[in-house]
């Protein structure tokens, strides 16, 4: 088995950043690297051990989902091998877990769609009848499928801050001044942007989610990200559909009025809702245990999906 990756050490690219769980490297003026560690955060808090195989995971699930769905929207995919733009000595950190993009404008807001009433959601629901001011139908119990899915966008947080919930006109609004400078000369503007980004991860979601139900997984919900190139297209950037950025069900465990259980790192969770934490850095160790048990379950979310072993 390949060694766990915390944190990749690419000293032959410059590095631009670190987030949450990928590390991005300048390729050229058109092109960048995202490597996809091993590294786990819950609570918006990255914890000190990594989980063997979830970063080889994410980017075989996101890719199985950027060509299955390429049909939808232009995609960040190059086909440049990430073992060719790095240095010999550092193909073991790039293998089965990066990918070499487009250099694209992301969109500052995160394509949150929504196909059933849970988590922050169900607490929306629950206090207003509506989940980020969409109108739902009275009597909706936890877990419940929507009639049909909505689209509700956040803000684009960064690492230890929270993503809030924003409604439609605020995203359009937010996309219009991001984005003003990338658009100019292309006869298009943010908020036509955030409309496409709405049309686009509906439709995403709703393919994707058909497709997985008949694998035995439901989608409860998922997150999408988008960029522009210089002619303004959209495309689908970041990851898309993973256990990291999904609710993943298994279809045979669900049932309204209670919450599943997921593919990804509810152990995790439920392991750090027993300590004595403030949900803040530094996170606590995890039990070896739990680590494999969340190993499993990523590796169990690939399987089901795609048919494939990793």
Known sequence: MTAPLFQSSIASLPLLSRGKVRDIYAVDADK?????????????????????KKGEVLTAVADFWFGKLAHIVPNQLTGVDPESVVAPEERDQVKGRAVVVKRLKPLPIEAV?????????????????????????????LAAKLPTPIFTPATKAEVGDHDENISFAKAQADCAAALAEQLAGTGKNGAEIAAEARTAAIALYEEAAAYARGRGIIIADTKFEFGIDAQGTLHLIDEALT???????????????????S????????????????????????????IAKTSAKYLEAYERLTGRTL
Do not use: H, M
Request: negative net charge.
């Open 263 to 290: 593919y990804d790192k509810q152990f995790v969770r439920d392991y750090l809702e027993t300590l004595d934490w403030n949900k803040k850095a530094p996170g606590p160790s995890l039990p070896a245990d739990v």
């Open 32 to 52: 960048l690297l995202i490597v996809t560690t091993d590294r786990l955060s819950a609570f918006d808090v990255i914890l000190p051990d990594p989980i063997p």
């Open 243 to 261: 256990p990291d950025s999904s609710r993943f069900w298994p279809a045979s465990d669900w049932q309204e009025g209670s919450n599943p259980p």
């Open 113 to 141: 769609v929504r196909g059933y009433v849970i988590g922050s959601g169900w607490k929306d629901y629950q206090a207003t009848g509506a989940i980020c001011g969409i109108p739902l139908p009275a009597g909706l119990k």
